[in-house]
């Protein structure tokens, strides 16, 4: 067996510490990855990661595609493609867009690597250091990564049930404005929220337009989980209604799978011809096997009937949590019940800490995400995200009946050591979408 050795003179310090960029600083591990390495241990259940679950796909079905793939058009498919992506797929991704009302044309389409490259690419070409860009309270964990990384400041504003809240985006935007600051974006992901499983509701939207529109402020709207309703029509996209003040973001990792790596931008024209020259310095261009791969399964494949089997598979698995939660969750816990996607927002009981409480339940062998991973400036830490996306319905009330176990032990050492337990959480613990106001257990 080779015995991997380091060079010698190497060290385990960093030599290179002084040298790099400043925007390296706010480079650092999610709350996420960090647990990943532990919630993946099979004993845990991890209802940490927001992996989606591709097991339903017919992979026959997927291997034939490639593989003919490989045999009618092998050198085209690992061959340079264009920047922009693939003339076929881009049209075939105009078709999945007008499921949510998007009529489109395929020349402002940008493929990416996943919308998360979607997401940086928008933030490369709009922000200097020091730009702001608001955001949900919670966001979506990826894409504050990013923000981070290009030095932008990020300005949350609350949500609600309904999703974003009008009003205090309004005030939010006057506010930053009136200090002279420009805002390059509002990033929103309207349907079935990463990490507050709620949903913009279709009144909510025109408002929502109306007041970018009228503070002259463009729109990111990051939409993976649009088609993933339990139970209803996927709604209207905000795209649909304002072509030119809405970048949209989609991605083929949660309808199909995520491994392919393929996301796109639909932008107004001159954006996305930044765009392009954006992805063309980062990429050169997004992968054409994978391009063609999913393209080849669009065509073959019924996709519409795919996403139904696994918004089913989706819909049994939130059912399972929320059932478990209403059974055995102390009533001082608060969570909302999503109409789709993959999460659960849940708020402990007042004075619990869900990040000081996560190492007793990675014990206690269940994982979840604190909801300080979601926010820009520390808040959250009363919250947690619950993901049911991935573990069966067993696993998932396991995971529930750990987790319940670990809330009730601090809600006693609480009562047993007073409130000095956890004085590292920061003031104001619930700021942000802080679950229903209803009762809903
Ligand atoms: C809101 C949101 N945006 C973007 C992404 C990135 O997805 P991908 O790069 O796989 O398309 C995710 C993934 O979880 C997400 O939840």
């Not at 480079?27 to 647990?35: F, K, Q």
């Not at 690992?78 to 991704?93: A, F, K, N, T, V």
């Not at 020259?277 to 669009?298: K, R």
Request: include cysteine.
């Amino acid at each position: 067996m080779s015995q991997l050795s380091r060079p010698s003179g190497s060290t385990r310090l960093d030599s290179y510490v002084d040298r790099y960029a400043a925007r390296t600083q706010g480079m650092t591990a999610s709350e996420i990855r960090a647990l990943f390495s532990v919630a993946s241990r099979p004993e845990v259940v991890s209802l940490a990661g927001g992996m989606p679950n591709i097991s339903g796909l017919p992979l026959d079905v997927v291997g034939e595609a490639i593989e003919g793939l490989v045999r009618t058009a092998g050198t085209t498919a690992m061959q340079y493609g264009s920047g922009q992506g693939d003339p076929r797929l881009r049209d075939q991704i105009c078709d999945v867009m007008r499921l949510e009302g998007i009529e489109a044309h395929p020349d402002d389409v940008v493929v990416t690597v996943g919308s998360q490259q979607a997401v940086d690419l928008v933030t490369r070409i709009f922000c200097d250091p020091g730009d702001v860009v608001i955001c949900e309270a919670p966001s979506y964990v990826g894409a504050l990564g990013v923000f981070k990384a290009y030095q932008v400041d990020v300005v949350h504003v609350e949500m609600d049930e309904h999703g974003l809240v009008p009003s205090s985006l309004r005030e939010a935007i006057a506010t930053v404005q009136a200090a002279g600051r420009r805002i390059k974006f509002v990033y929103t992901i309207p349907n079935y929220h990463n990490p507050a499983g709620v949903t913009m509701s279709a009144q909510r939207r025109p408002e929502i337009l109306e007041i970018c529109r009228e503070a002259d402020v463009l729109v990111l709207e990051d939409n993976p989980y649009g088609l993933l309703g339990f139970d209803e029509e996927p709604y209207r996209a905000l795209r649909a209604d304002e072509p030119d003040g809405v970048i949209y973001l989609g991605s083929f990792s949660k309808t199909f799978a995520p491994g392919f790596r393929v996301g796109w931008a639909l932008a107004p024209h001159a954006v996305r011809e930044k765009l392009v020259l954006a992805q063309e310095s980062a990429t050169l261009c997004p992968p054409s096997f994978s391009q063609m791969a999913v393209s080849a399964y669009l065509e073959n494949h019924d996709w519409v009937g795919q996403i139904k089997q696994f918004r089913e598979m989706y819909r049994e698995r939130r059912d399972a949590m929320v059932e478990a939660l209403d059974d055995m969750m102390p009533p001082a816990a608060r969570w909302n019940v999503p109409t789709g996607g993959f999460y659960v927002w849940l708020t402990l009981p007042d004075g619990l800490d869900a990040k000081a409480m996560l190492p007793r339940a990675v014990t206690s062998r269940v994982a979840f995400v604190p909801g300080t991973a979601f926010f820009a400036d520390g808040f959250g830490a009363q919250s947690m995200r619950l993901s049911y996306c991935y573990p069966t319905p067993e696993r998932i009330r396991e995971g529930v009946r750990r987790l319940v176990g670990v809330i009730e032990e601090e809600v006693e050492l609480r009562e047993t050591f007073g409130t000095g337990l956890h004085a590292a959480a920061p003031p104001g613990l619930t700021r942000g979408y802080d679950g229903p106001t209803t009762d809903l257990t």
